[in-house]
């Protein structure tokens, strides 16, 4: 079976640090591109940041640009989200997405969660003021 498991989320200050992972099993991982997507209540689901099936290629929105480094460790099949100088208008359920580099290439995106084929079940982030 396909499985992403998203975990690392939890509650943290303003300012404060969190590492989310992106576990991948029942599929071949470097044929997916990798995103970030997050929901907070009340609003749309928001593309975060993504990288591509090799790894050669990430991109981020510009609400996390600087702040967000993702990254890919093909050995244990897993795409790290770190999150540093953390906002309370971070707070959300992020989510992960695997999308086919059929679909994809060499690239990825955020602004087209259709074109992700698997997704993860969500880790909560709290950034309390």
């Known amino acids: 079976d396909v499985q992403l498991q998203a975990s690392g989320g939890g509650l943290v200050q303003a300012g404060g640090s969190l590492r989310l992972s992106c576990a991948a099993s029942?599929?071949?991982?470097?044929?997916?591109?990798i995103g970030w997507f997050r929901q907070a209540p009340g609003k749309q689901r928001e593309g975060v940041s993504c990288?591509?099936?090799?790894?050669?290629?990430?991109f981020y929105a510009d609400s996390v640009k600087g702040r967000f480094t993702i990254s890919s460790d093909y050995a244990k099949n897993t795409v790290y989200l770190q999150m540093n100088s953390l906002k309370p208008e971070d707070t959300a359920v992020y989510y992960c997405?695997?999308?086919?580099?059929?679909?994809?290439?060499?690239?990825?995106?955020?602004?087209?969660?259709?074109?992700?084929?698997?997704w993860g079940q969500g880790t909560l982030v709290t950034v309390s003021s």
């Open positions: 990288i591509s099936s090799s790894g050669s290629t990430v």
């Open positions: 997405a695997a999308g086919s580099k059929t679909k994809w290439g060499g690239r990825c995106g955020i602004y087209f969660p259709r074109s992700y084929d698997y």
């Open positions: 029942g599929f071949t991982f470097d044929d997916y591109a």
